[in-house]
C-alpha cells in the first residue's frame, strides 16, 4: 500500500529534480558567461555574477543528489535493476553523467568559490586564477556540453520508450 503512494511522489521528485538539475546549471552559466562578455571581467558585476553563479550551482548539485535518490528509490520499488533498459541508463549515469558533475561540484562549490571568496572584484586575475577560470569555462564546460546532450537523450529515451534489450 505504501508503494502504491510512494512511487507516484519519487516519480514527480525525479521530474522536478531533472529540470531543477538542467536549468540552472545551463542558465547561470550562460547569464555567467554572456554578463562577462557585455561588461568584462574582472569587475564588480562579473564578481556579483560568479556569486550568483555559485548560488545557482548549488540548487543544481542539490537536485542531483534528489534526482539520484529518486531514481534509486523508484528502480527498488519496481525492481527496476532487472530491467535491461534502466541497467544501459544507470552504466550511461556511471560513465558519463557522474564524473562530469563530480568535476562539475568540485569547481562549482570548492574551487571557483575559493577563487572569488576574498578576492577584490577589481583586482586583475593572477596567473593562477587565469588558469583555473580557463580550465573551468574553455576545457571542462565545452567538453561537458559535447558529451552530456547525446548521454542524456539518449537515457530519456530509454526512460519513455523502456525497449526490451537483450
Given at each position: 500500500?505504501?508503494?502504491?503512494h510512494l512511487y507516484?511522489?519519487?516519480?514527480?521528485?525525479?521530474?522536478?529534480?531533472?529540470?531543477?538539475?538542467?536549468?540552472?546549471?545551463?542558465?547561470?552559466?550562460?547569464?555567467?558567461?554572456?554578463?562577462?562578455?557585455?561588461?568584462?571581467?574582472?569587475?564588480?558585476?562579473?564578481?556579483?555574477?560568479?556569486?550568483?553563479?555559485?548560488?545557482?550551482?548549488?540548487?543544481?548539485?542539490?537536485?542531483?543528489?534528489?534526482?539520484?535518490?529518486?531514481?534509486?528509490?523508484?528502480?527498488?520499488?519496481?525492481?527496476?535493476?532487472?530491467?535491461?533498459?534502466?541497467?544501459?541508463?544507470?552504466?550511461?549515469?556511471?560513465?558519463?553523467?557522474?564524473?562530469?558533475?563530480?568535476?562539475d561540484i568540485w569547481?562549482?562549490?570548492?574551487?571557483?568559490?575559493?577563487?572569488?571568496?576574498?578576492?577584490?572584484?577589481?583586482?586583475?586575475?593572477?596567473?593562477?586564477?587565469q588558469h583555473v577560470?580557463?580550465?573551468?569555462?574553455?576545457?571542462?564546460?565545452?567538453?561537458?556540453?559535447?558529451?552530456?546532450?547525446?548521454?542524456?537523450?539518449?537515457?530519456?529515451?530509454?526512460?519513455?520508450?523502456?525497449?526490451?534489450?537483450?
Open positions: 500500500m505504501l508503494t502504491e507516484p511522489f519519487l516519480k514527480l521528485l525525479h521530474l522536478s529534480s531533472l529540470i531543477f538539475w538542467l536549468g540552472p546549471s545551463l542558465g547561470a552559466w550562460w547569464m555567467l558567461r554572456l554578463g562577462n562578455r557585455q561588461f568584462g571581467e574582472p569587475g564588480l558585476t562579473s564578481q556579483f555574477l560568479y556569486l550568483m553563479f555559485f548560488r545557482l550551482v548549488q540548487v543544481e548539485h542539490i537536485a542531483f543528489a534528489s534526482l539520484l535518490c529518486s531514481g534509486l528509490g523508484m528502480a527498488l520499488f519496481t525492481h527496476g535493476l532487472a530491467q535491461h533498459w534502466l541497467l544501459l541508463k544507470l552504466i550511461l549515469l556511471t560513465l558519463i553523467v557522474l564524473p562530469i558533475e563530480i568535476v569547481f562549482g562549490n570548492f574551487r571557483l568559490p575559493q577563487l572569488f571568496k576574498q578576492r577584490h572584484p577589481v583586482r586583475p586575475y593572477s596567473r593562477q586564477e577560470l580557463l580550465m573551468y569555462h574553455q576545457r571542462f564546460v565545452p567538453l561537458a556540453l559535447l558529451l552530456l546532450p547525446p548521454t542524456l537523450l539518449v537515457m530519456f529515451w530509454l526512460a519513455i520508450s523502456k525497449p526490451l534489450l537483450l
